[in-house]
Nanobody
């Protein structure tokens, strides 16, 4: 009922920047929060950032590893989610996934995949040293 499509991934050198986008379609009215997760080879998928779309519209949460470097934002009219990534490092290399859920975004919610029933197919980000 909700479809998510990511774009904007690519190859960038350490210290560079990328901006990821996620276009949402379908029954977007049911979405209370949106998030970015990432998964590197051999590692567990981890929450990067989330943002509230309804009751606490605009309030965000971030993983400690990306605070002060990444910024999550959204355009509710266009149903589009963004992730601005600055000061990229090789350890940021991963597949990045857009997700949407029916729970409010908090740091606790970001630590579990179970609160996000809707997922995109991912976009690859590779950071060279």
């Amino acid at each position: 009922q909700v479809q998510l499509v990511e774009s904007g991934g690519g190859l960038v050198q350490a210290g560079g920047s990328l901006r990821l986008s996620c276009a949402a379609s379908g029954n977007t009215y049911s979405i209370y929060s949106m998030a970015w997760f990432r998964q590197a080879p051999g590692k567990q998928r981890e929450g990067v950032a989330c943002i509230n779309s309804k009751d606490r519209d605009g309030i965000t949460a971030y993983a400690d590893s990306v605070k002060s470097r990444f910024t999550i934002s959204q355009d509710n009219v266009k149903n589009t989610l963004y992730l601005q990534m600055n000061s990229l490092a090789p350890e940021d290399t991963a597949s990045y996934y857009c997700a949407a859920g029916d729970y409010l975004c908090t740091a606790g919610v970001l630590r579990s995949l179970m609160y996000f029933p809707y997922w995109g197919q991912g976009t690859q980000v590779t950071v060279s040293s």
